[in-house]
């Protein structure tokens, strides 16, 4: 049996500590906040309740295996349901596509939407999306980063090299299979699931929509805040130890390899094996000694592109909206104008800035737990937008910013159909800023490192660090973000330590 300290109680972190403490090992979960959750927050006021981080489960699957894993049934902890329609698209030119939750019922409402044709170019692309799947899932996703011998194995295949095209961009293969241009728009938001920009980030992306897709996209009743709280008591049911308003202040080593952990207060926590669920360029830059193999994971890390992170609005509404999704995402006319601005690309080169007319996202679930009457809505807004960096980028600190830009965001959507300004009993501002402090994440990068660049993925830390007997998992960590590689990452892990 290995004493364990997992840093960090978000998703990542308490899903391996859940699978560590079933395989026999003592656990101590040690989080800097008050609850536990992470990135899968939760905010509550007068009523009106709000996730603040994923508001989609998409791949359950992990979450059931999960739960397999520590004895228990996802659907006995959590009322998961299955979204139909998924989400309701509105183009720039006010064209409405309401996307279906079931595969199957997808190319017809393309085509209604559309135009004749759409739903058979957007199934050809799926169809290749699936093969890249088949032959990504199993090596990239749910294994070890291995770097070289990843690739080589690939390359023993040159029908699978084809398929995966690791030269090619998600833009790239939108245009090679999807003519009807809002296809292309449609397919292009999905980079944004990593954190990237289309043009640069690699075609295997397109695995992200398929997935979506094929296996559904899921709701938690009640929020999904309640799966974090799932996890987490069956982490304490098998004998983990969960301690919030903890912050660890370094990462302890005795002959170089790990020992344990230093709180910021001078507690020491011995410990075997050190899990971090942290932000990876903070613990290599903060917690952990400066030293040689340190250096070589920051050096990795300042190759790749950081993420995107977000600007989000909780409004606390009156009224109720008729025939809204669960779901909706309201299109700019200029995407690339925002994938400039975001990533300090093309007319903004060099310096990123928020973006003047963002795609904007609205999470607005009807689920009584999260209003105080039936006569209210509580929406969460999310909008793409660079992270805080006030040397060389955005200061999200700086005076009056996040106000004026969240009257922009309430103009613009306003513009695309959706006027609620004068249903706004309330509204609570969430800067890139906010989410550095509230999470640990450097500059509120959702992510970590995006996927910008066919090497990206193995620019991001492997699960196994240099450091004998430490740990990563989280979404700066392979295999990335999201709930599902979130939760792969765990898997990961657990199996890399082993059974006590």
């Not at 279906?100 to 957007?122: C, E, I, S």
């Not at 993420?307 to 909206?321: I, Q, Y």
């Not at 995407?335 to 990533?343: K, Q």
Request: proline fraction near 7%; aromatic fraction near 6%.
């Amino acid at each position: 049996m290995a004493r364990v300290v997992v840093v960090g109680a978000g998703l990542g972190g308490l899903s391996a500590a859940a699978r560590l403490a079933a395989l026999g090992h003592a656990v101590t979960v040690l989080e800097q906040a008050p609850e536990v959750g992470g990135k899968l927050g939760w905010f509550s006021r007068d009523g009106h309740s709000f996730d603040t981080g994923p508001s989609l489960v998409t791949l359950p699957q992990v979450q059931r295996d999960l739960f397999a894993a520590t004895g228990a049934r996802l659907e006995d902890a959590v009322d998961l349901v299955r979204l139909d329609p998924a989400v309701g698209y509105r183009f720039a030119d006010g064209t409405a596509l309401s996307m279906p939750g079931r595969l199957d019922a997808v190319p017809a409402a393309l085509d209604d939407a559309l135009g004749a044709g759409a739903g058979r170019q957007w199934s050809a692309l799926l169809d290749r999306a699936a093969a890249m799947w088949r032959i990504s899932e199993q090596p990239f996703l749910r294994t070890p980063l291995e770097g070289a011998a990843t690739l080589a194995r690939l390359a023993r295949r040159p029908g699978d090299v084809r398929a995966i095209a690791p030269w090619q961009s998600l833009r790239g293969l939108g245009e090679q299979y999807l003519r009807h241009p809002h296809l292309r728009t449609l397919l292009d938001r999905y980079a944004t699931y990593s954190g990237s920009d289309p043009r640069r980030a690699p075609a295997v992306l397109a695995t992200v929509p398929y997935a979506e897709q094929a296996f559904g996209s899921w709701y938690v009743r009640g929020g999904l805040h309640r799966l974090a709280l799932a996890v987490l008591e069956r982490a304490v049911a098998h004998g983990a130890v969960v301690r919030t308003g903890c912050t660890v202040g370094r990462v302890l080593l005795d002959g170089g390899r790990v020992a344990g952990v230093e709180l910021t207060d001078g507690e020491r926590v011995a410990a075997d094996v050190v899990v971090s669920g942290v932000d990876a360029a903070a613990l290599h830059t903060d917690l952990l000694p400066d030293d040689r193999r340190t250096r070589t994971a920051r050096r990795d890390l300042g190759r790749a592109t950081p993420s995107l992170s977000g600007f989000v609005l909780l409004l606390a509404l009156r009224g109720r909206t008729p025939g809204l999704a669960h779901h909706t995402v309201l299109f700019p006319d200029d995407y690339d104008a925002e994938f400039d601005a975001v990533f300090g690309a093309g007319r903004h080169a060099g310096r990123p800035v928020p973006v003047a007319d963002p795609t904007v996202y609205v999470s607005a679930p009807d689920d009584p737990a999260l209003v105080p009457d039936g006569d209210s809505e509580s929406w969460f807004v999310l909008v793409n937008a660079p992270r805080h960096d006030p040397g060389g980028g955005v200061d999200w600190n700086s005076p009056g910013l996040a106000e004026r830009y969240a009257d922009r965001v309430l103009e613009v959507m306003a513009g695309r159909g959706h006027d609620v300004r004068d249903r706004v009993r309330w509204r609570v501002v969430r800067t890139p800023a906010d989410l550095a402090r509230d999470t640990g994440s450097v500059g509120g990068s959702i992510y970590g490192t995006s996927s910008n660049g066919s090497r990206a993925a193995f620019l991001r830390p492997a699960n196994a660090s240099k450091v004998p007997g430490l740990f990563l998992v989280g979404g700066s960590a392979h295999p990335g973000g999201g709930l599902p590689l979130v939760g792969l990452s765990a898997q990961i892990v657990a199996g890399l330590v082993g059974p006590a």
